[in-house]
């Protein structure tokens, strides 16, 4: 693990890094010392690690529980080179889906296809990260909604660190398998008027969960507006189990 | 609205009062002046106006946010006299699910059909505890669940006080026609595996819901066990729109 550059501001600390040939950023307060809560947090679809969705929500993850957060960049987005594969797949399934094709399956194909890259990169992540003295070996969160949920549900069922997740966004189709192997509470966010996973999918992925405890956020509106007070509801979720 | 007793705990003021024929509860914090937040709260079939899901939620509206609640009993409950024609129904309908008929349409028609009572009692109470100078004319939010979320529909949909209501446990046979009508921000709680609200009818109620601010949380178990940290997300829900 390779720190690249370093800021801080309003006392949180802000550091890019490598771990091999993975670009992430990594959030903790600034100057504190000791084992804290270790959020990873994936980024969404075209997004990279330090997307405002992401960053907004690590910056008040550290403010306001004192968490560490950690963000790495998908294979073929944000400072990653672009995979020639992946690339073609899209390619290939936007034009299924022009082509009339049921683009939902078609999604849930690639994000399997990429988890299998994913998960044990971000497996690596909390070895990493956990090794610095400001981090330590604490609970471990994930917080990752649409192409975060899709990678996310498989991570979180393979990595036993993992103490309690925040995912939504995602249907069946991807990883109601996986989805029946986690067990930590779960805090799940549908859009009920979500143009890209259909409303059935997304109740059925929540359906899948094998946690006994887990939490249902439905809200009016499009794929991309979640409203602001979920994040409220997040940071308590977090604090409440990793806290 | 004639007061027959008063106690104290904790902080809060409990007085049991009657109001024309109907029997209600009036909780507010010990000591305190002026203008507040109104709740009220509807109770569940077979419950009463004190029941103990109603008055423990009641004491956390007092006591962490200094509104007043109100609950009264619903007829034919509590302290009210037998209604032989709500009994006879209600017999009537058990023997019909006994022999096989759907329960939920049944529960519906009996719904409306006491609420079509309830409705004018109901908004006669704020009429009354608002003159109160302890609780005077601030915002009316409503919570009630079950039969509480079944005759609570139609009152939120008729009382233009109300600026914010948690409903549940209910299902759109019920009550989506008055549920279209209701526009301010609701906080509406599903049990995943509700034993008597069919899980679709539910969701179906969530949708038939005007407003625009509206939020569903569901979360796995049967119609009685909603868990713990949904009061916590009721009192800031309360709190956000009320206070």
């Known amino acids: 693990m390779r720190f690249s550059s370093e800021t801080s501001s309003d006392g949180v600390r802000e550091q890019f890094f490598t771990l091999g040939e993975i670009p992430g950023v990594l959030w903790s307060p600034e100057g504190a010392a000791g084992t804290r809560p270790l959020v990873l947090m994936g980024h969404g679809g075209g997004q990279h690690k330090k997307a405002p969705g ?19 960049d998908v294979p073929g987005h944000g400072d990653r080179p ?6 073609r797949i899209t390619t290939e399934n936007r034009a299924r889906a022009a082509a009339g ?4 399956p078609l999604i849930a194909g690639f994000q399997a296809l990429v988890a299998r890259q994913t998960v044990p990169e971000w497996r690596a992540v909390p070895d ?15 917080w990752g909604v649409s192409l ?12 036993p660190r993992v103490r309690a997740a925040v995912l939504g966004l995602g249907g069946s189709a991807a990883s109601a398998e996986a989805a029946a192997r986690i067990t930590v509470p779960v805090e799940f966010l549908v859009q009920w008027d979500d143009e890209r996973v259909p409303r059935d999918q997304g109740l059925a992925l929540f359906d899948a969960l094998g946690s006994a405890e887990k939490t249902l956020h439905a809200n009016p509106g499009g794929h991309g507006e979640i409203p602001a007070f979920e994040l409220d509801s997040t940071l308590r979720f977090f604090a409440r189990h990793l806290g």
């Open 54 to 72: 992401v960053a907004v929500r690590a910056r008040r993850f550290v403010a306001e529980c004192g968490f560490a957060v950690v963000a790495v």
């Open 82 to 87: 672009k995979d020639e594969e992946y690339d």
């Open 101 to 104: 094709e049921d683009l939902a």
């Open 128 to 142: 990493a990260v956990q090794r610095l003295e400001y981090v330590g070996a604490g609970p471990v969160g994930y």
């Open 148 to 159: 975060g949920c899709g990678l996310g549900v498989p991570f979180v069922a393979a990595e």
